[in-house]
């Protein structure tokens, strides 16, 4: 059984940055890709960046690259995102997922295993 508990959302302005935590428990975190998706109200959840067991590989949606850097420290079991230019249409609750995955670099994150609660964030305009 794997926790996950979120942290660092908040409000922001536009343009602005913000770094959201992503802490697991339990010992078996470096055998789980991390995630994380965004869900805006009235909208589906999306995906929004994923990373390997390893750190060595990383995957973002189209509309996060060269905006948002995903990370993990597997000492801490703890990921991140690093959020930059943020945009409005950006508010949205962001989850966490864990997807166990026997191959160290497979960013997939289809059917993840475990999912944290969320944080909000806000984009202000």
């Known amino acids: 059984q794997v926790q996950l508990v979120e942290s660092g959302g908040g409000l922001v302005q536009a343009g602005g940055s913000l770094t959201l935590s992503c802490a697991a428990s339990g010992r078996t975190f470096s055998s789980y890709a991390m995630g994380w998706f965004r869900q805006a109200p009235g909208k589906e959840r999306e995906f929004v960046a994923a990373?390997?067991?390893?750190?060595?590989?990383?995957n973002y949606a189209d509309s996060v690259k060269g905006r948002f850097t995903i990370s993990r420290d597997n000492a801490k079991n703890t990921v991140y995102v690093q959020m930059n230019s943020l945009k409005p249409e950006e508010t949205a609750v962001y989850y966490c997922a864990a997807a166990y995955r026997p191959t160290t670099q497979s960013t997939t994150m289809s059917n993840p295993n475990y999912w944290g609660q969320g944080t909000q964030v806000t984009v202000s305009s």
């Open positions: 990373i390997s067991r390893s750190g060595a590989t990383t």
